[in-house]
């Protein structure tokens, strides 16, 4: 499936090495002003810029040269949204199908190019197709509208990347990744996101859980293996009664008015020279995740406020 959501329906469409891609978004109220300039600025987290200016070490050529540009073909008048249907896209103006010409015979381990295969019987071997990150950048448009709504209702979210292979000091990000960069190779990292003015009692008690809802959202993110929320895994080495009051803003499957805390893992990218691997790829596809992570939440969020 291609849409998330219910209560907002997000339909994501286009290829990473196609015309275009894009989305649309169903149930937005109408009058909701849209803050151009924050979704300009978060489409430039999506790049790996640090602080909207110099690229962060590891990020793709690629991700630099393109311009994400937002184009709105309806339910938006003057920056105001109209209550329809919002349709946009982003037009793909670096786009290099002929550098994935040698996969149109071959598929390349730890991607998704032979499942697709085998279930679709046809796959798209221009850079992975819909299976590229290059779609994230809809969803960061879109949960910058999520994002908005839920800021009017005191809500919000906030991401950052914590941990990069072993090391956790956010000085030393830009050298680690930098190192594996220089090896042709790469490493994952770990993102932290927190919510904060949740009301009490949001999510259900049993199949919607709030954490199983974040959860559904975050895991849908290319690369992302693992999430987690209050103890996590850390906490299966701890006694009951040295942890049993961390709830990590959710009990029971529950928002019970405490700031928000989850985890989620992000794997090192297998496209790598070092294995052999020709493209314009990430050293390290966490430190671009960030907006991505906060956009589904927000989409995930809204569905429930």
């Not at 103006?93 to 010409?101: F, G, H, I, L, S």
């Not at 190019?113 to 796959?123: A, F, M, N, P």
């Not at 928002?255 to 790598?272: A, E, L, M, N, Q």
């Not at 020709?278 to 956009?295: L, Q």
Request: with cysteine; glycine share 14%; charged share 20%.
């Amino acid at each position: 499936m291609n849409v998330f959501g219910e209560k907002w329906t997000f339909t994501s469409f286009g290829e990473s090495h196609g015309a275009a891609i894009g989305g649309v978004l169903d149930g937005v109220p109408a009058g909701l002003h849209i803050d151009l300039a924050m979704i300009r600025e978060e489409l430039l987290r999506r790049k790996g810029a640090t602080g909207y200016g110099l690229p962060v070490t590891g990020a793709s050529a690629r991700a630099m040269r393109e311009p994400d540009e937002v184009e709105w073909l309806s339910g938006v008048m003057d920056g105001v949204t109209l209550g329809t249907p919002i349709a946009f896209i982003i037009r793909n103006k670096d786009a290099r199908p002929e550098d994935y010409e040698y996969l149109k015979h071959t598929y390349r381990v730890g991607h998704a190019d032979k499942v697709y295969e085998l279930k679709y019987g046809i796959r798209d071997w221009r850079g992975g197709g819909r299976a590229s990150a290059r779609e994230t950048a809809a969803r960061v448009v879109a949960g910058c509208l999520a994002k908005q709504e839920l800021a009017q209702k005191g809500i919000t979210i906030r991401a950052s990347l914590v941990q990069v292979g072993a090391e956790t000091d956010p000085a030393k990000f830009a050298e680690t990744i930098a190192s594996y960069q220089r090896e042709g190779d790469s490493i994952g990292g770990i993102i932290e996101c927190c919510i904060s003015g949740l009301p009490v009692g949001t999510g259900e008690p049993i199949f919607n859980k709030l954490q199983a809802e974040l959860a559904f959202a975050i895991m849908s993110i290319n690369a992302c293996k693992g999430f987690e929320y209050g103890t996590g895994f850390g906490g299966v080495t701890q006694p009951g009664s040295a942890i049993n009051h961390i709830s990590g803003g959710i009990s029971g499957g529950i928002s019970d008015g405490s700031d928000i805390v989850f985890r989620c893992v992000f794997k090192p990218t297998p496209s790598t020279p070092k294995a052999g691997i020709k493209g314009r790829h990430d050293a390290c596809v966490a430190t671009r995740a960030v907006p991505i992570v906060e956009a589904m939440t927000a989409l995930s969020l809204i569905q429930f406020v």
